[in-house]
């Protein structure tokens, strides 16, 4: 019978060194190595060099179901290449690319006659996609940003919610995107939608809440979904990556001149982005506030 082979791919935010760590070792294995909610990876064995034996326990949440997957590696070259060979004489090889700061991890393996080849495939892209999770919010990093405003804290604090006119929070934000706006209420504990319009000019953002609002002094946000047109979503994988994110905003008053202080959860990915952004919205913000004098 003719051998099938079949491709998975997927390119994650991180450097080849680090995808290659949690790719390897098993107290990262067993963090990311199931399908689905309702399976997991209980325990996992990883001796890495040719003629070493992987051994990860597969198992469903419920105990109704579980394997191990075992293989024995045939070619291992860090942080490049793995390749081995499956109990029943399968071989799978998974490369990790560099990709301009990004890693593109592409995994060929030989199909089993049991299942469908649909199924197969979907079933280890799907692992995959929970590996690319994983390491991506591992990579999650507080970032901060200042900016020192010569006016009182009350302005400022004003100036930059849009709380007297909406349009001053618009004009800051509009470095991030020029059709950026809210709605919402920015009072402790209101959810508030934050969005723009992506490159094919239909609605998109962020769904928050208002995790703490102290007037003139401190500002939590909280994000826990995205906007994509009309629909508001709060679960499934791409909100995962955001789900539970902070953005602070601290306004410390001193001699008359307001230091307002961002701390962000950032995504290892958008990190370069927010490093550029943030400081030209938080000048504009400036700006704006010295015009209002």
């Known amino acids: 019978m003719e051998k099938t082979t079949i491709t998975i791919t997927a390119t994650i935010a ?3 060194s680090k995808v290659w ?3 390897t070792k098993p107290e990262h294995i067993v963090k990311w190595n199931f399908a689905s909610d309702d399976w997991h990876c209980p325990t996992a064995e990883n001796n890495l060099f040719v003629g070493g034996a992987y051994n990860a326990r597969m198992e ?3 105990g ?3 394997f191990n997957f075992i293989a024995v ?3 291992v070259i860090e942080p490049q290449i793995i390749a081995y ?3 029943d004489g399968r071989q799978a090889t998974t490369t990790f690319e560099n990709d301009e700061g990004k890693t593109k991890v592409t995994t060929t393996f030989d199909a089993e006659s049991a299942n469908p080849i649909d199924l197969q495939k979907a079933g280890w892209q799907a692992i995959l996609n929970n590996f690319k999770q994983y390491v991506e919010l591992s990579s999650m990093q507080k970032m901060q940003y200042q900016i ?3 006016a009182p804290a009350e302005r400022v604090y004003q100036t930059m919610l849009g709380l007297n006119n909406k349009n001053t929070y618009r004009q800051w934000t509009a470095e991030f995107n020029p059709n950026s706006t809210y709605n919402g209420s920015w009072e402790q504990g209101s959810k508030i939608l934050f969005t723009g319009t992506d490159n094919n000019g239909v609605r998109a953002g962020m769904i928050a809440r208002i995790a703490e609002n102290i007037p003139n002094k401190f500002v939590s946000i909280q994000h826990y979904g995205i906007v994509s047109g009309e629909i508001e979503i ?3 994988e791409e909100v995962e990556k955001w789900a539970n994110t902070l953005e602070n905003y601290t306004f410390t008053q001193n001699n008359g001149a307001t230091l307002v202080s961002i701390e962000v959860d950032v995504i290892g990915q958008y990190q370069n982005y927010f490093n550029t952004v943030w400081p030209k919205a938080l000048l504009k913000l400036k700006q704006i506030t010295k015009a209002l004098a």
Do not use: C, E, H, V
Request: charged residues 10%.
């Open 60 to 62: 469903s949440k419920d």
């Open 234 to 236: 709060t679960s499934g």
């Open 73 to 75: 590696y045939t070619q």
């Open 64 to 66: 109704s179901a579980g």
């Open 85 to 87: 060979t499956m109990a």
């Open 21 to 23: 760590t949690y790719w």
């Open 148 to 150: 020192s405003i010569n």
């Open 14 to 16: 991180a450097l080849p």
